[in-house]
């Protein structure tokens, strides 16, 4: 039986893998969810099954800030998908300017996904410019 969490991590895989900028993929750790795109991308895919438009939130424990810390490339990103709406991506400076990274405990960010509006992006220590729901996957990818 394929596992729920394959099928939302395939939708952000197959639109980076249908993109011009692919070159190669690869499982980046033992962490499920953590991907190496074009040799140079660490990625951390993460995913919430609400049905959209609306609200989704994404938690990042202690262990995952300290992964995405912890990788010693200067390209890592969060990839976040939100339910059946949309995919997107931010990196990790602008993880940390949403959450508090080296904070022991876990933090949420929010993507807010109306309908037909661009990506609000918010975290407990700030917001993100607004991000257009079409950047997915060239913000990782360019």
């Known amino acids: 039986m394929i ?8 939708a952000a895989l197959v639109a980076i893998a249908d993109s011009a900028m692919f070159t190669a993929l690869n499982r ?9 795109v074009n040799h140079d991308r660490h990625l951390f895919l993460k995913y919430n099954d609400g ?15 300290r992964r995405v810390l912890g990788v010693g490339h200067e390209r890592v990103f969060a990839v976040l998908v939100c339910g059946n709406e949309v995919v997107t991506g931010i990196s990790r400076k602008e993880l940390g300017q949403l959450v508090p990274m ?41």
């Open 3 to 10: 596992d729920h969490k394959d099928f939302m991590h395939g």
């Open 28 to 36: 980046a750790s033992v962490k499920y969810g953590h991907y190496v």
């Open 51 to 65: 049905k959209g438009p609306g609200d989704y939130f994404f938690t990042f424990s202690a262990e995952d800030k």
């Open 102 to 142: 080296a904070h022991p405990l876990a933090s949420t960010v929010k993507v807010s996904a109306r309908q037909n509006k661009q990506l609000r992006i918010s975290g407990p220590s700030g917001n993100l410019p607004l991000v257009s729901r079409r950047s997915f996957p060239a913000r990782i990818l360019e």
